[in-house]
Structures are given as structure tokens and as C-alpha cells.
T-cell receptor, first 116, second 112 residues
């Protein structure tokens, strides 16, 4: 089946620094990618939807200036957490949709971010 | 708004035991319901789904029935294996796969 590679799987950073998380579709072109966040013992929450070549659409309550999403190619989307704070510590997962007509989603394995 | 509640884990079972992971939902419309599974080090994978009331989704020995009257979609398996150890997520969508709303996930550990 289709594979989505997400890196890094775990990152620890200092407060105030920026962290970039990559999400790549390895064997298909993803017109749309989604970014989720999960705090401990809470639900996986959709943060934003990105379409290749256009600006991401953010869910209510998600700061677009803090969570920068770039989807410059059909196989790569990046999420940059800018000026990270300890409250940004969370589990981040990406998913990719193959085409506009194929609604199947394929997920990355997630990134555990810890901000000290 | 729409939401999904699933039982807290971890659930620890011996091999060949019966598994039930409870999932209930709140939705204003008539959502589709899903179970996803995440094996260690891998991404979430769709396990099964049901798109309307009384539908039963099944895959790899797992089953779940869409119960509108109880707003539930409990996951069951008659005899679990060590290889079933994973995190299971219940989810709903009333707009295809785009707007998936997930539960918190339930970790299952199966011991030999």
C-alpha cells in the first residue's frame, strides 16, 4: 500500500527555537495533506489542511503564524513549529490523500515533540 | 460539535482472549464510522468502516457494528494474537475522509 514517511519520529528542543517536521509520500502524489496534533490522553485533532501549491487552511484555534505549513510539491509537506514553547509539546501526525477523487488517507508514523 | 469517546487503555489481554474496545460518538448528522490501527513505528491504517446504521465493518477478524440507537461502534475480535498489539483509534466523518474526528486511542497489549 501507499507509504507516508514522517521525520523526525522524536525531537527535543529548547523553548524559543523552531522545529521542522517533514511528511513525504513515497510512492504516490498527494494533492492534499493533513496535519493532526494529539495531547496526552486527548483526541487526535486536525490542525490544518494543505493543498499543493496553495496556502494551508487552519482549523479554528490553530495559530497560522506559529504552525507554518508548506506544501510546495506533490510529495512533501512540512510543518514548522516556530518559537516553540513547552505547551507545544505534543504528538504530531500527518496524512496524505492520493487524489481529489480517491479519498483514502495514508498516515505518517508521527512525531513526538518535547519542548524544554 | 461532533465527538468520539473511546475507552481508556491500556487494555492488556492474553493471547486468544476476546477483545472489546468501546467507542461512542456524538454527531448531528449521519456520519461514517471508522476504526484505525497504529502498529508500533508505523502510521495509522484503516482497519474497517461502516457508512450507515446497522452496517457491520470487518477486517482481519475484527468487527464493529454501526449502532445508531446507542450511538456506538464497538470494536470486537473473538481471539486476539500478540501481533494485534497496537493503538486503536475510533473516528467519524460526516464529510468523507477529509474531516475525520478521532477518539483518543486505546492501546492494546496482548501477551503470549
Amino acid at each position: 500500500g501507499a507509504v507516508v514517511s514522517q521525520h523526525p519520529s522524536r525531537v527535543i528542543c529548547k523553548s524559543g527555537t523552531s522545529v521542522k517536521i517533514e511528511c513525504r509520500s513515497l510512492d504516490f502524489q498527494a494533492t492534499t495533506m493533513f496535519w493532526y496534533r494529539q495531547f496526552p490522553k486527548q483526541s487526535l485533532m486536525l490542525m490544518a489542511t494543505s493543498n499543493e501549491g496553495s496556502k494551508a487552511t487552519y482549523e479554528q484555534g490553530v495559530e497560522k503564524d506559529k504552525f507554518l505549513i508548506n506544501h510546495a510539491s506533490l510529495t512533501l509537506s512540512t510543518l514548522t513549529v516556530t518559537s516553540a514553547h513547552p505547551e507545544d509539546s505534543s504528538f504530531y501526525i500527518c496524512s496524505a490523500r492520493v487524489t481529489a477523487t480517491n479519498e483514502k488517507l495514508f498516515f505518517g508514523s508521527g512525531t513526538q515533540l518535547s519542548v524544554l | 460539535g461532533d465527538s468520539v469517546t473511546q475507552m481508556e487503555g491500556p487494555v492488556t489481554l492474553s493471547e486468544e482472549a476476546f477483545l472489546t474496545i468501546n467507542c461512542t460518538y456524538t454527531a448531528t448528522g449521519y456520519p461514517s464510522l471508522f476504526w484505525y490501527v497504529q502498529y508500533p513505528g508505523e502510521g495509522l491504517q484503516l482497519l474497517l468502516k461502516a457508512t450507515k446504521a446497522d452496517d457491520k465493518g470487518s477486517n482481519k477478524g475484527f468487527e464493529a457494528t454501526y449502532r445508531k440507537e446507542t450511538t456506538s461502534f464497538h470494536l470486537e475480535k473473538g481471539s486476539v494474537q500478540v501481533s494485534d498489539s497496537a493503538v486503536y483509534f475510533c473516528a467519524l466523518s460526516d464529510g468523507g475522509y477529509n474531516k475525520l474526528i478521532f477518539g483518543a486511542g486505546t492501546r492494546l497489549a496482548v501477551h503470549p
